[in-house]
């Protein structure tokens, strides 16, 4: 207990410490797009800031990109070898006319089969029968949908059917179509699926020597004129309420995107490749970690709260938080706040998530993890964490802290990036210096020890009984013969 009390208050030094970044001016969000569309909106999937939207939380019927949700669902309660048997309700409870793999009452496919001909081909029948497998009942799974949708932080959604036939109660936005393809997108199933050019299905009543099937995304299709490059995946829709409808999955120089287009009028490719061109020309995605240098491991030399940092693991930030800025960003205007609020899915050493701010916008998230204290500690309790926050917003807001470890606020240090710069000339500069002297010193150090050797020589070939001075002697006669003649030949040229 006493080490946990004491990593509360290292932790509430080393925050109080680093108070918020001060913002410099946040400068403008790149805005250069506009599409036809009534709705849509572009993210980015790694950190899910919005680049791009319009109308994002007006309803509207989404048609078939209904299917992104069914297909996840189905994902996370099913295996891929399972049996699915198409009922009689599957199959001719659709809307006449309506896309259709060519299944048939008492077909048996697998769910890999499925999921395969309600992505590929958008086959209703499909649809169906997969609720039927995995909710017991078309009514039972648009249960799961509206739960699942509530978890990934939808609020302007309902579905009332898996397939996303017409249906006045059948709705959402596109923002929450972008929360629903973002959680798609880290299925590597889903995506493995979705991704596919083409796939066999397998001997069916309808089609005794089975049938090959083929994506209706065309962006991508490379031998179509939508092609995208880039693009990874996605969903189209279409229906009589909806218009055209549109997701779509694309990622260039390691950034996701994910964009979404509701009632489009015969648009969507044309309004989707304007959103993805303005979020791959405009923005990148950076590492937190990389970004962001506050919450570094506390050095081990370091006594805090009587406790050595060497027993208490470093603060850092989890790998996978990032940010998405504009390229013409200044890093200075992105703000930071610390919550300890966090969702069911944070990592289990998390302890807080650190939210970077471009003036309103939210443009990422990271968060702040440690490891065990010690292989015997208990984890630490929600009360205690409940203690160190307050603790923490007292240091913020510039009250007297009550416990022992407060420190008064202090100002946030910046060292312009030209001193940098100049030490690591500097550096550069000492370097080859000591690089010069070394090979000058080697190179003396050479030249004597070859004079000393031709020296030992000339005494070895003159004799026992001669001294250094009369080598001397001897070499300066020498040296004084031979420049004698130089000079003679030299006036004997002249005219």
């Known amino acids: 207990m006493k080490k946990i009390i004491s990593f509360l208050l290292c932790l509430t030094l080393v925050l109080s410490l680093c108070p918020p970044r001060e913002s410099r001016a946040a400068g403008e969000w790149p805005e250069n797009v506009s599409i036809e569309a009534e709705g849509g909106i572009v993210i980015d999937a790694s950190t899910g800031a919005i680049l791009y939207g319009k109308n994002i939380h007006t309803p509207y019927y989404p048609a078939s ?22 009922s009689h309700n599957a199959v001719y409870n659709v809307e006449a006319g309506s896309t259709s793999a060519g299944l048939d009452e008492g077909d048996v496919l697998s769910v890999r089969d499925c999921l395969y001909a309600m992505l590929l081909k958008s086959a209703n029948e ?13 009514e039972g799974f648009a249960d799961m949908m509206n739960a699942k949708a509530k978890e990934l932080g939808c609020e302007d959604s309902h579905f009332a059917n898996p397939s996303g036939l017409n249906n006045e109660d059948h709705y959402t936005s596109a923002y929450d179509m972008a929360l629903i393809g973002r959680a798609a997108l880290q299925n590597e199933t889903f995506m493995k699926i979705d991704s596919t050019l083409y796939y066999d299905l397998p001997v069916t009543k309808r089609n005794p020597e089975g049938g090959r099937i083929y994506p209706g995304h065309k962006m991508l ?28 999955f694309a990622e260039r120089n390691g950034t996701r995107l994910v964009s979404v287009i509701l009632n489009g009028h015969q648009s969507h490719y044309r309004d989707t490749k304007a959103l993805l061109d303005f979020g791959f020309e405009n923005f990148q995605t950076v590492k937190a970690s990389d970004f962001d240098k506050t919450f570094t491991p506390v ?90 926050q307050d603790i923490t917003l007292q240091a913020e807001s510039g ?15 910046y060292i312009p990036p030209i001193v940098f710069i100049a030490l ?42 001669v001294s250094a001075a009369d080598i001397d002697l001897e070499m300066e006669r020498r040296r004084n013969y031979y420049t004698s003649r130089r000079s003679h030949r030299r006036n004997r040229r002249r005219p």
């Open 65 to 86: 990109i209904t299917k992104i949700l069914t297909a996840l669902i189905v994902l996370e309660n099913c295996s891929l070898d399972e049996m699915v048997t198409f």
């Open 126 to 138: 499909a649809a169906n029968a997969l609720a039927e497998h995995t909710g017991g009942s078309i």
């Open 221 to 248: 299709k490379k031998n179509m004129p939508e092609y995208y490059e880039g693009c990874i995946g996605g969903k189209t829709g279409y229906t009589s309420l909806a218009g055209n409808t549109l997701v779509t």
């Open 299 to 388: 050095s081990n030399d370091m006594i805090i709260a009587g406790l050595p940092a060497a027993e208490l693991s470093g603060l850092q930030l989890d790998p996978a938080g990032a940010l998405t800025l504009p390229l013409s960003c200044d890093p200075a205007s992105v703000t930071s706040r610390l919550t300890y609020d966090l969702a069911e899915n944070a990592p289990s050493e998390a302890i807080a998530r650190i939210d970077y701010m471009w003036g309103d916008r939210n443009v990422g998230s990271a968060y702040l993890t440690m490891n065990t204290i010690d292989a015997g500690s208990a984890p630490i309790p929600a009360e205690m964490l409940a203690e160190i």
């Open 399 to 413: 009250a007297e802290p009550s416990s022992a470890a407060a420190q008064p606020e202090r100002a946030p240090f």
């Open 424 to 465: 690591g000339i500097a550096i550069l500069l000492a370097a080859l210096f000591a690089v010069f002297v070394a090979i000058r010193s080697y190179q003396e150090k050479k030249e004597a020890e070859a004079r000393m050797r031709r020296r030992q020589k000339r005494m070895s070939r003159m004799g026992d009984g």
